[in-house]
């Protein structure tokens, strides 16, 4: 048995494995104190691959889907349905080599650029600033921009933001104006450079840490928006660039501090497979997953050292599996599959994200359509929602709710001479009373029983879903689409305050309780 530490918007659980496939929890739903940030479901769009152009936005005018203007809205309606509070743009790495001036006004006055990030392919331009803002506006989500640290200046991100902040008049604001937009956009969110330490501009910390407090200097608080700005954070285990930049920045000069970490199954030569993979690879995609908490609880220390009262967010703003790209595509586009193990990956990452809440107030999965861990697949006329999407579906209701603390004991997947916790939960009560529990059962093969007693939580029915399938390999398909997606679950019992819940082999739950 592995005891695992695990927070759950319901009350205090205390799970403690009667047998290595049951669980014993107890749940009193008054014990909370914490909210879930709903940023903490964002999401992360880059002008790679197919994100962007033939994504979000069509390249070819003629293809037959409901659109505005050239922004598709199947796209948009789909990621409207599962609330999504965030759009964080245009990078990435990109973002350190674009030129916000370059994508605004007329469009065909727009200068050709290489997009020499990802595979030297034209970028026209033709997707930039104002329309940006305007698909978030459709989607109804806060943008968040990540400002080019690494080939711009102070002076270039400072316009930036008076082009979409300022309500006065100025050359910046008239020229908003000018373009269609008569009243300000108020963006508050804004990253100060990406990945610094590496495509960002390869510099060490203490050199961004002096660089973010000039840059951050000059990042303007307009009338009614001011500014959340994000120093760019560490890379995976790297601890001393969080050490350093915390050391050296007052906490009252950010907002957040970012993180990245991929899941890969092997290595960033040879990452795996997003397809056709063994139990072999569904083991360490998942235990590599897992591995998440580790960072956020080390990176937290360090930050509690320096800001004790967690006023600065740690912000996981790239995170996901990365699986080497489909064969037969564009190895730069990145574009892969997406199976039921990364939704399970999704859905895991999603509860370790609840159970830190207090100091983790935004995440972004890289990213929303064709790229790495997408949750929309689109192919022309065609639009495919991944396992991983319906994952974000079912979690939408622990946005902005209660989180409750709990401990837990869980059984052991076990493969060769290795072993990780089967089950991992989060559990939240909203503004209304109702109570929201997601369980994951990664072990492949094995039910595992839930027994709860609700005490406390006075509830009158309960509803359940489920996402499973025959196979961790299983993926949705533009022939297939709904191969893996949510069905009605019923295979619990209620008796007075007790809940007994049998989890599927390889499963993401929702429990509702009302």
Known sequence: MKKIAATFFIAYLSIAAFSQQTVSMQV?????????????????????????YDGFYLEDSTINVLKQGRIRLDVVNALKEINIPLLRWPGGCFADRYNWSDGIGPVAKRPMRINSTWGNVPEDNSFGTDEFLQLCGLLNCEPYIAGNVGTGTPREMMDWIEYLNFGGKSALSEMRRANGHTNPYKVSFWGVGNESWGCGGDMTPEYYADLYKRYAAFCLDYPGTPLKKIMSGANSDDYNWTEVCMKNVNPGQLWGISMHYYTLVNNWEHKGAATNFKEDEYFKGLKNCLHIEDLINKHSAIMDKYDPGKKVSLCV????????????????????????????????SLNIFNKHCDRIRMANLAQTVNVLQALVLTQKEKMVLTPTYYVFDLYKYHQDATLLPVNFFSPDYKYGNESIPAVNASASKDSNGVIHITLVNIDPKNKITVNADLSGAAFKAAEGQVLASGSFADVNTFDKPDKVKPAAFSDFKKNGNDLSVNLQPMSVTLITLK
């Open 28 to 52: 009193n739903a008054n014990a909370g104190k914490d909210k879930i940030s709903r940023f903490i479901y964002g999401h992360f769009a880059e002008h790679l691959g197919r994100c962007i």
């Open 317 to 348: 703003d790239e995170w996901g599996i990365w699986t080497d790209a489909e064969p037969g595509t564009n190895p730069a586009f990145l574009y892969q599959q997406n199976s039921l193990r990364d939704a399970l990956i999704a859905a895991s």
